[in-house]
């Protein structure tokens, strides 16, 4: 009988503080309602777009479209589209179900510098999704509606008017006042589930295919005495995942420069942890206690030194080491020729490259797998004359972990990270005012 108590008390001890094993935490997830302490983020609510808008190309989406009746019919420039809630779910069972091509699903992955992670994915189709419409009624007011309850029909919701504006928004009281509760299934313990999540919907540009919407729920763990606060775009922990502990805390938010994204490191107390990401099935927060100390790692957060590397340059045989540029400022710039930010990006680029002293700054850009042909015709076209790698297998991507491009990463001359993801002309006044000081 006492072992059989001891037991029970380990389990709850298990429960409440997460489960230790070779210095891995596991910390359940906790679900609340509301906004989190982090800036409050769009989620992925989706127009679906007509064929006309891929021209001569072929629309790698179409086949995963949902079928739905009931959109009022007295509305005008009515759209229909979907919120999703698990990207990473919905592409895996898509493409398992033929409605995804490999070509498409391979693609994905080299964008989003994804694995999926299949042991805790689903080939059963999960209802990751809940359909809506948008279109003028017969005054010109923008409406909406949402099929709540997940049937494929607009004829049991009630629609409503879009509020045009989310600036001056008192998110508790929209919260309260406005909230629509969707449902959508979910993996957990390899069993199908349903859930409800409160949704705010705030503006949208038919023309471009997308309407502004906020899951009002996030997710915390804890760890002993300290709150951690999980960070994703979507509600069920995607790829995306980086956390701040309540330490973070300033005026009630997180500034987003201290949080820890995945593999990256978290100081909590006096320890130093690993983000290790999401354990999706469990619903558990995956940490590892750190024996070193903060200044003995390399990562990718602002203040701490960056993992090196050493690549040979495009069009060059000389090899390009980031420990070799020590004594300068130095932009890593991570990018892709099918990257339309990225592209509108490079005049600006070009205005600071051209002006700034080379002795005392240098951008290396990192592209993605290109043909060198292509690259070459592409750098010409756009007068690209910094530094290039061609990442052909993503290693250096993954290292810094990047989960979209453009990314950049700005180092000091002492080769610290200082800033990342500066772009247009905040980056020109950083450059600028940096370079200027160093030549005082």
Same mark, same amino acid.
């Given at each position: 009988m006492r072992i059989k108590t001891a037991l029970l008390l380990?389990?709850?001890?298990?429960?409440?503080? &997460?489960?230790?094993?070779?210095? +891995?935490? =596991?910390?359940?997830?906790?679900?609340?309602?509301?906004?989190?302490?982090?800036e409050a983020s769009t989620s992925g609510a989706s127009l679906y777009m007509d064929d006309k808008y891929f021209k001569d190309k072929v629309n790698p989406w179409k086949k995963t479209y949902l079928k739905v009746s009931g959109v009022p019919q007295n509305w005008t420039n009515a759209k229909v589209g979907h919120i999703q809630s698990d990207?990473?779910?919905?592409?895996?069972?898509?493409?398992?179900?033929?409605?995804?091509?490999?070509e498409w699903y391979d693609r994905l992955q080299d964008m989003w510098n994804w694995h999926p992670d299949t042991l805790n994915l689903s080939k059963?189709?999960?209802?990751?999704?809940?359909?809506?419409?948008?279109?003028?009624?017969?005054? &010109?007011?923008?409406?909406?509606? +949402?099929? =709540?309850?997940?049937?494929?029909d607009f004829s049991d919701d009630k629609p409503f008017e879009l509020v045009q504006s989310d600036s001056?928004?008192?998110?508790?009281?929209?919260?309260?006042?406005?909230?629509?509760?969707?449902?959508?299934e979910r993996l957990l313990n390899d069993k199908k589930i349903q859930v409800e999540v409160p949704l705010l919907f705030s503006s949208a540009n038919m023309d471009q295919y997308y309407i502004n919407c906020y899951f009002a729920q996030y997710r915390t763990a804890k760890l002993e005495n300290h709150m951690i606060y999980i960070y994703s775009r979507n509600i069920f922990p995607f790829r995306e995942i980086g956390i701040a502990s309540s330490q973070s805390l300033t005026g009630g938010k997180i500034d987003f420069d201290k949080v820890a994204f995945k593999n990256e490191y978290l100081e909590i107390g006096n320890e130093l942890?690993?983000?290790?990401?999401?354990?999706?099935?469990?619903?558990?927060?995956?940490l590892e206690k750190m024996d070193l100390s903060k200044n003995q790692i390399s990562s990718t957060q602002i203040g701490d030194r960056p993992f090196n590397f050493s690549e040979k340059q495009f069009q060059k045989q000389n090899m390009i080491s980031l420990d070799s540029l020590k004594g300068k400022y130095v932009l890593l710039e991570f990018w892709d020729t099918w990257c339309g930010p990225c592209i509108k990006e490079i005049p600006n680029l070009k205005t600071i490259y051209n002006k700034t002293d080379k002795s005392k700054f240098e951008i290396?850009?990192?592209?993605?797998?290109?043909?060198?042909?292509?690259?070459?015709k592409f750098a010409?076209?756009?007068?690209?004359?910094?530094?290039?790698?061609?990442?052909?297998s993503n290693k250096i991507k993954e290292k810094y972990g990047v989960r979209g491009i453009p990314a950049t990463f700005l180092i000091n001359p002492e080769g610290i990270i200082i800033a990342k993801n500066l772009r247009g002309k905040e980056l020109e006044t950083k450059i600028d005012s940096l370079i200027n000081k160093a030549s005082r």
């Amino acid at each position: 009988m006492r072992i059989k108590t001891a037991l029970l008390l380990s389990i709850c001890l298990c429960i409440m503080t &997460g489960c230790k094993k070779d210095n +891995i935490l =596991e910390l359940p997830i906790t679900y609340h309602k509301g906004f989190s302490p982090f800036e409050a983020s769009t989620s992925g609510a989706s127009l679906y777009m007509d064929d006309k808008y891929f021209k001569d190309k072929v629309n790698p989406w179409k086949k995963t479209y949902l079928k739905v009746s009931g959109v009022p019919q007295n509305w005008t420039n009515a759209k229909v589209g979907h919120i999703q809630s698990d990207m990473e779910q919905y592409v895996y069972q898509n493409y398992y179900l033929g409605d995804i091509s490999k070509e498409w699903y391979d693609r994905l992955q080299d964008m989003w510098n994804w694995h999926p992670d299949t042991l805790n994915l689903s080939k059963e189709p999960i209802e990751t999704r809940v359909a809506f419409a948008v279109g003028n009624d017969s005054i &010109g007011n923008t409406m909406v509606v +949402i099929d =709540e309850n997940n049937n494929y029909d607009f004829s049991d919701d009630k629609p409503f008017e879009l509020v045009q504006s989310d600036s001056e928004l008192d998110w508790d009281s929209w919260l309260n006042n406005e909230a629509i509760y969707v449902t959508f299934e979910r993996l957990l313990n390899d069993k199908k589930i349903q859930v409800e999540v409160p949704l705010l919907f705030s503006s949208a540009n038919m023309d471009q295919y997308y309407i502004n919407c906020y899951f009002a729920q996030y997710r915390t763990a804890k760890l002993e005495n300290h709150m951690i606060y999980i960070y994703s775009r979507n509600i069920f922990p995607f790829r995306e995942i980086g956390i701040a502990s309540s330490q973070s805390l300033t005026g009630g938010k997180i500034d987003f420069d201290k949080v820890a994204f995945k593999n990256e490191y978290l100081e909590i107390g006096n320890e130093l942890y690993k983000n290790l990401g999401v354990n999706r099935n469990k619903d558990v927060l995956l940490l590892e206690k750190m024996d070193l100390s903060k200044n003995q790692i390399s990562s990718t957060q602002i203040g701490d030194r960056p993992f090196n590397f050493s690549e040979k340059q495009f069009q060059k045989q000389n090899m390009i080491s980031l420990d070799s540029l020590k004594g300068k400022y130095v932009l890593l710039e991570f990018w892709d020729t099918w990257c339309g930010p990225c592209i509108k990006e490079i005049p600006n680029l070009k205005t600071i490259y051209n002006k700034t002293d080379k002795s005392k700054f240098e951008i290396i850009g990192i592209v993605g797998k290109n043909e060198i042909t292509v690259l070459e015709k592409f750098a010409n076209k756009h007068g690209i004359t910094w530094p290039q790698i061609i990442d052909y297998s993503n290693k250096i991507k993954e290292k810094y972990g990047v989960r979209g491009i453009p990314a950049t990463f700005l180092i000091n001359p002492e080769g610290i990270i200082i800033a990342k993801n500066l772009r247009g002309k905040e980056l020109e006044t950083k450059i600028d005012s940096l370079i200027n000081k160093a030549s005082r």
